[in-house]
Nanobody, 120 residues
Framework: VQLQASGGGLVQPGGSLRLSCAAS????????IGWFRQAPAKEREGIFC???????YHPNSVKGRFTVSRDSTKNTTYLQMRDLQPEDTGVYYC???????????????WGQGTQVTVSS
């Protein structure tokens, strides 16, 4: 079982990025997938979760700016981010869980993280 996050980079404020989370060893559609962010000197926080039934969960800080999609044919989920701001800077991780309501410690497989830097 493996998750591989990619797509991070340097972007100017107001810009967009699309992160990918490719799953192997299991079927993505059988699980809920969370996205987490760890900003410098801060604790890791959950920023988006998509359940296998299509329900999504996210904090107000990303509402209207971040969306998630899944491509079952590629066994990959995507985090589309727009209107990025410096406070969105951090390492982004995807992780697998049986349910979005599970505590972070119950997300059992994690991608390696991809760096997003928002700076002018």
């Amino acid at each position: 079982v493996q998750l591989q996050a990619s797509g991070g980079g340097l972007v100017q404020p107001g810009g967009s990025l699309r992160l990918s989370c490719a799953a192997s060893g299991f079927r993505l559609d059988d699980y809920d997938i969370g996205w987490f962010r760890q900003a410098p000197a801060k604790e890791r926080e959950g920023i988006f979760c998509s359940s296998r039934d299509g329900t999504t969960y996210h904090p107000n800080s990303v509402k209207g700016r971040f969306t998630v999609s899944r491509d079952s044919t590629k066994n990959t989920t995507y985090l589309q981010m727009r209107d990025l701001q410096p406070e969105d800077t951090g390492v982004y991780y995807c992780a697998r869980a049986g349910g979005c309501h599970y505590p972070e410690t119950d997300f059992d497989y994690w991608g390696q993280g991809t760096q997003v830097t928002v700076s002018s």
